[in-house]
C-alpha cells in the first residue's frame, strides 16, 4: 500500500553533488525510519544513510562528513543530499520504509525502485 519514489538520481563528475529524493504515499511519513541502500554492480547491497521518526541519523563510515540525509514530514518527503562524490559512490540508489513491531502492528518494510547514480569524468 505504501508507495515509494525516487528521484534525482544522475550522471555527476567527481567532486559534485547530487540531492536525491523520496516521495512516501499511502501513509504518513511521520511513522516510518527511513533508509537509504545502495547496490553498486557486482556488490551487496549497502546501507548508507537512516533517519528516525525522531530525526536522529546514521551514517556508512564511506559517507560520513559527505552525505546528509533529512526528513520533511509535511511534504512526505526524505532526501539524500550527497557531495564531494566518488567514482566509488556509483550505485543504484534505494529508499526504505521500516516500522518496528509494536502494539499496534508488525514490522512492516517497502522498497522504492531505485535512481542511478553514476560518478564520473
Known amino acids: 500500500q505504501v508507495q515509494l519514489v525516487e528521484s534525482g538520481g544522475g550522471l555527476v563528475q567527481p567532486g559534485g553533488s547530487l540531492r536525491l529524493s523520496c516521495l512516501v504515499s499511502?501513509?504518513?511519513?511521520?511513522?516510518?525510519?527511513m533508509g537509504w541502500y545502495r547496490q553498486a554492480p557486482g556488490k551487496q547491497r549497502e546501507l548508507v544513510a537512516r533517519?528516525?521518526?525522531?530525526?536522529?541519523?546514521n551514517y556508512q563510515d564511506s559517507v560520513k562528513g559527505r552525505f546528509t540525509t533529512s526528513r520533511d514530514n509535511a511534504r512526505n518527503t526524505v532526501y539524500l543530499q550527497m557531495n564531494s562524490l566518488k567514482p566509488e559512490d556509483t550505485a543504484v540508489y534505494y529508499c526504505?520504509?521500516?516500522?518496528?513491531?509494536?502494539?499496534?502492528?508488525?514490522?512492516?518494510?517497502?522498497w522504492g525502485q531505485g535512481t542511478q547514480v553514476t560518478v564520473s569524468s
Open positions: 499511502g501513509s504518513s511519513l511521520s511513522i516510518y525510519t
Open positions: 526504505n520504509a521500516h516500522r518496528s513491531k509494536s502494539f499496534f502492528g508488525n514490522e512492516y518494510d517497502a
Open positions: 533517519i528516525t521518526t525522531g530525526g536522529s541519523t
